[in-house]
């Protein structure tokens, strides 16, 4: 019985002990493990703790110096003119209307003015008038010239008769005195002449002058064109500046019966057009004279016209700042009308071009826009980040944000042109987190940002 007893509590402890060492084993597979990992995570969260945070980043350019800029403008007529009359009277006939085409000299409407017309009448008498009293003068100086002869001759006979004592030197006197009254008197028939001469003179160009004012009683165009304006009726009384006495409409661009004050008519020419442009002064220095534009307008799509530019104002207006251009474009067709709303395309050499940068890594904020600008680190920085166990591999991509205020330009999508605040070479930050503050040390990441030139270049195209 003993012996069964010790058997037994020998396999007892055996099984015991293969028991614990399959705990123990167990144990053991489960912490190691879960000990290496606790381990790697403490290092890597150690290693995170110290290694600055990767952001993207984009080296800053120079944009393009050939680009296109695109900017609105007004068609305007090459000439237009507001035709006014310079008689007063009433309308008595009207020969055109606004869209008809008109030659040079054309006859458009006639003024019914009866005061004027006898005025001139009144001054063609008066000119006849004149005439006959210059008549009478001439004739009366011809009759004193010849009593002046007469006296002289008279004077100089009795000359040698009161040398001889033929006559007393009382009648030699008498004759003396006679021809030197008839000779005053011709220079005085003369200057009588002179002043009726000088009045038919004035009575003439009183008459040329309503001749020229009844002239206008016909009103004319003054150049080949179309009519874009009528403002007045038959049967309006028109006053001597051209302006129609009686009821304004409010709205004088607005279709009506009723007639417009101001000007009579206005005529175009639309043969050739010219659009004004207000530039502004980032591109004033690349615009010249003859350099090629293209205009288009929107009711007109894929379509474009060439223009050129004509003349600039050589000044900049001071208080919008811009540069008032003329592009003058062909219309042979007059698919192009004045008034219309159009874009103009220019193609500008740029001396100086601005930078470019992403547009994602603009920051606007209330008190202006920046971008944050990657520096290198100083000496100082990369031996404490040394110290501290940063990788030598990460140094090398580090960099301090420095947040510079910048004046952007113009905005291509997904590239934007900054006019001052950067320099050649810099790196700037691409959409910027919360990570990236003013003096924060930041990592850039391995794979750069796309060239922003290259985008502007393909947009600008």
Sequence with gaps: MSGRSGSSHKRLIIGALLLGGLVAAALLAGYLPRRSTTRQLDSAAAKRKITPPIVNAAKVTRAPNLTDVSFPGNI??????????????????RYVDIGD?????????????????????????????????????????????????????????????????????QAGDTQFTAAKTADANVIAGEKNVVAARDFVHASKATLDRLITLQAYEKITSPFAGVVTARNVDVGALISALGAPQGPNRPNPAAPSDVPSSGAIFRVA???????????????????????????????????????QITRTSNSLDAASRTLLTE?????????L??????????????????????DASLVVEANGTSLAVLQPLSQAELQKAASEGVDQSVLARSRI????????????????????????????????GDAVKEGAIVQMANTPAESPSKQAQGTSK
């Design 76 to 93: 305007t007529p090459i000439t237009e003119a507001y035709v006014f009359a310079r008689a007063t009277g009433y309308l008595k006939r």
């Design 269 to 307: 020419q639309i043969g050739r057009l010219r659009v004004l442009v207000s530039l502004p002064q980032t591109e004033a220095a690349g615009i010249h004279v003859g350099q090629q534009a293209g205009v288009s307008v929107e009711e007109l799509p894929n379509r474009q016209f060439p223009g």
């Design 401 to 432: 944000v420095h947040f510079q205020k910048v004046q952007p330009g113009r905005d291509y999508g997904t590239t934007l042109e900054i006019l001052n605040g950067l320099q050649d070479g810099q790196d700037v930050v691409v959409d910027p």
């Design 327 to 335: 592009v003058q474009v062909a219309n042979p067709t007059g698919v």
């Design 101 to 169: 085409r008109v030659s040079t000299g054309q006859l458009l409407a006639e003024i019914d003015a009866p005061d004027l017309d006898q005025q001139v009448t009144y001054a063609q008498a008066a000119l006849s008038q004149a005439e006959g009293q210059l008549g009478q003068t001439e004739a009366t100086l011809q009759q004193l010239t010849a009593t002046r002869d007469l006296a002289a001759i008279t004077w100089e006979r009795y000359q040698v008769l009161t040398k001889t004592g033929a006559v007393s030197r």
């Design 337 to 358: 009308l004045p008034g219309m709303y159009t874009t103009v395309r220019f193609a500008t050499n740029r001396a100086v071009p601005p930078f470019l940068v992403p």
